[in-house]
């Protein structure tokens, strides 16, 4: 608004403008005071303990973050959990693993030192003739 002292600015309208006008303009004024003298009231309230709707809001939207933030880290902890056990699991499917990779190279070890012959043949199985199976001995 402009920086006109009211006796200038009502005497300037009072000559120049409609009463219409005139009515419009001191109904802004008043709108506007009534409005300093709410957030003086709002000021007041506040400072007297007294808790606003916008404060209402604001407190009942941090508590529903809070809740929801709750919510993510405890699904964010079993998840961590879950990931843990997996881990393990996995340590413990890598070495049984190691274990079958070492237990198959002894295998191959003794089974090489028997002259490299194929596991089939280092037993010989010696039949009778006309009664089938006899006896099987080794090599």
């Known amino acids: 608004m402009l920086n006109i002292s009211m006796n200038v ?10 009463v219409e006008s005139c009515l419009t303009v001191r109904a802004y004024r008043r709108i506007q005071e009534l409005q300093q003298l709410l957030e003086i009231s709002y000021s007041n309230y506040r400072q007297l303990g007294g808790i606003t709707e916008e404060e209402r809001k604001m407190k009942k939207e941090e508590k529903e973050f809070k809740k929801t933030v709750r919510e993510l880290e405890a699904q964010l902890e079993s998840e961590r959990v879950r990931r843990e056990n997996l881990e393990s699991q996995l340590d413990g499917c890598r070495a049984e693993i190691g274990r079958l990779r070492e237990s198959r190279d002894r295998f191959d070890r003794g089974r090489c030192g028997d002259k490299k012959q194929p596991i089939h043949s280092s037993v010989v199985v010696k039949l009778a003739p006309n009664i089938g199976l006899l006896w099987a001995a080794p090599g």
């Not at 600015?9 to 409609?18: E, G, M, N, T, V």
């Open 9 to 18: 600015f009502s005497y300037f309208h009072a000559f120049y403008l409609p």
